[in-house]
């Protein structure tokens, strides 16, 4: 089990609290079908577990790309629209992200967006596929952040 992260800049400390909370919900989800197994109803504690890892990613995400439009913008960059999208390609303008994360962090910002569109049994489950991959990347931005190079 990964140690707890400690923020060393209080103003990240809510971003890195926030990737703490998603890394836990991911961890859950690997057992889940233990505790299911416990519980009685596999399939409704699954969901309940799914949906908590949703709703931490949403906040998650939030969290991310604000800090990360933030310390772009610190380090004098120009963000004319103050969007997920727009940072995220901002950040590729200007080498913060490669091409891959990019693009993986614009698939993630079209998923955040689908989560708010009604409910879609088959659209959640593959966000939660995808969870632990915006996981390694929004820790590896938050990392970013916290000591650049």
């Known amino acids: ?12 400390k809510k971003a890195f609290d926030a990737i703490e909370s ?4 991911i961890e859950n ?6 505790i299911a197994k416990i519980a009685g109803d ?41 969007t997920p999208k727009a940072v995220f390609r901002e950040s ?12 993986l962090a614009i698939k993630m910002v079209n998923h955040r967006n ?9 659209l959640i489950e593959e966000i939660r596929q995808q969870i632990p991959k915006y996981y390694e990347l929004m820790n590896g931005i938050l990392q970013k952040i916290v000591q650049p190079s």
């Not at 998603?22 to 919900?25: E, F, K, P, Q, T």
Request: glycine share 2%; with cysteine; charged share 35%.
């Open 1 to 12: 089990m990964e140690k707890k992260i400690n923020a060393p800049h209080v103003k990240c």
């Open 22 to 25: 998603l890394r836990i919900a």
């Open 29 to 34: 989800m690997k057992n889940v079908s233990k």
């Open 42 to 82: 596999p399939e409704e504690l699954y969901k309940i577990f799914r949906d908590s890892l949703i709703q931490r990613f949403e906040y998650t995400f939030d969290l991310i790309w604000k800090n990360l439009c933030e310390y772009l913008e610190s380090e004098g960059r120009k963000i004319k629209f103050k």
């Open 92 to 103: 590729l303008k200007s080498n913060y992200l490669s091409e891959d994360e990019a693009r």
């Open 114 to 122: 689908l989560t708010t569109n009604g409910y879609d049994e088959e």
